[in-house]
């Protein structure tokens, strides 16, 4: 077995407040092969971009307190100072916002930002950036690269200001990308447009992708493993197929049966009763059980008192005590009943 490109262990990332301690990461765990594309989904607050953030390195420096391991190529970035981030954070793994107009600067040319962070890597001339940024506006389909270059942000549409936002991820050939909701701002069709974008350079580039999103229907197009996150834990990871098809968690079947074409199977869109737990006071058990339709299969009071491990058979694994009974789990349908 070759090492993963990516192999994140026990990560846990607090930010202190003026309310107390935020848990917003909880012993989270995360695998990703190279070449793969790996999906990360869950309810908006359940950790998604301070995962990534804290991957990037981006919260180094600031008060948040991280531990665990990020093993990125067997070298674990959590003890790296900035600088020593620096070959990896642009170079090595690239990262995609949801909103590209807050991580573009309004001052500069859209074709001066892509190139300087070809350059910030590279020893090259002004002109050989410059060439390299219009070759990759080109490729991510900027029409009139040439022009658009000296264009600024603003000047761009969404859909182009994405495509741009990508261009400046992948210039420098990253070995992984993060796309945290690339396309959630977008038209349904622009939207497709820039998944077929991403999946397409990933086939040339060979990079691996991790794909945030809440999206489940998005995670079945683009992704081959999905991660399905609650309260800063991985509490499901799967194969896409096994995902949907023999889902493991309560909380995925629930996410599940809240897609819209499971409300059509239904009749009803079915969102999940209650709230996710407070993070400023995590309860002791796991932390979906005031939520959970299932919890009194479970016996005795441990989804209360017993915070559950994360239960691997082969390749699917799931953070529940019932996945010790897999045979008890109902359908998705039913769990939400
Ligand atoms: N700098 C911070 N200080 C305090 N709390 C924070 C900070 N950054 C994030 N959080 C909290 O951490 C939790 C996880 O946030 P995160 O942004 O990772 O969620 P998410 O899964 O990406 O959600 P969404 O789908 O809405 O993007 C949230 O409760 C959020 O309020
Ligand atoms: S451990 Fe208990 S509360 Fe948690 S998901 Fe499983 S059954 Fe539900
Ligand atoms: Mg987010």
Redesign the pocket.
């Known amino acids: 077995m070759t090492t993963p490109i990516l192999d994140i262990r026990d990560l846990r990332v607090t930010?202190p407040?003026d309310d107390g301690l935020?848990h917003?990461?909880n012993g989270m765990d995360l695998t990703v092969q190279r070449g793969e594309t790996v999906g990360i989904v869950?309810?908006?607050?359940?950790?998604?971009?301070?995962?990534?953030?804290t991957l990037m390195g981006l919260l180094k420096g600031?008060s948040?307190k991280v531990s665990g391991r990020i093993l990125f190529e067997g070298t674990d970035l959590v003890p790296l100072s900035e600088s020593e981030m620096r070959p990896y954070r642009g170079r090595k793994i690239g990262m995609i916002f949801?909103d590209p107009l807050s991580a573009m600067h309004p001052f500069y040319t859209v074709g001066k930002q892509i190139s300087e962070a070809y350059r910030v890597h590279n020893r090259v001339s002004a002109k050989a950036a410059k060439a390299q940024a219009i070759e990759m506006l080109n490729r991510v389909g900027i029409p009139d690269p040439v022009s658009r270059y000296d264009a600024y942000p603003h000047e761009f549409s969404g859909g182009m200001r994405q495509r741009a936002m990508i261009a400046m991820a992948l210039i420098c050939e990253p070995e992984l990308l993060i796309a945290?909701?690339p396309t959630t701002a977008l038209d349904v069709t622009v939207q497709a447009q820039i998944l077929d974008l991403i999946s397409s350079l990933q086939a040339e580039t060979g990079s691996a992708v991790i794909f945030?999103t809440?999206d489940l229907g998005v995670v079945a197009e683009v992704c081959k493993r999905v991660v399905v996150?609650y309260g800063?834990q991985c509490v499901e990871e799967a194969d896409v197929q096994d995902a949907f098809f023999r889902t493991g968690h309560p909380y995925t079947k629930g996410l599940l049966a809240s897609m819209p074409s499971m409300a059509d199977e239904v009749g009803r869109l079915t969102p999940i009763p209650g709230f996710p737990p407070s993070?400023l006071n995590l309860p002791t058990g796991c932390l979906f059980a005031d939520r959970c339709p299932v919890s009194h299969l479970v016996p005795g009071d441990r989804c209360r008192t017993e915070r559950p491990e994360l239960h691997s058979d082969g390749t699917h694994r799931s953070r529940c005590h019932l996945a010790e009974l897999p045979a008890t789990l109902p359908t998705p349908v039913e769990a939400t009943r």
């Open positions: 930010f407040t935020v917003a990461v869950g309810e908006s607050g359940s950790g998604k971009t301070v995962t990534s953030q600031t948040a949801q945290d909701e945030v809440h996150m800063g993070l």
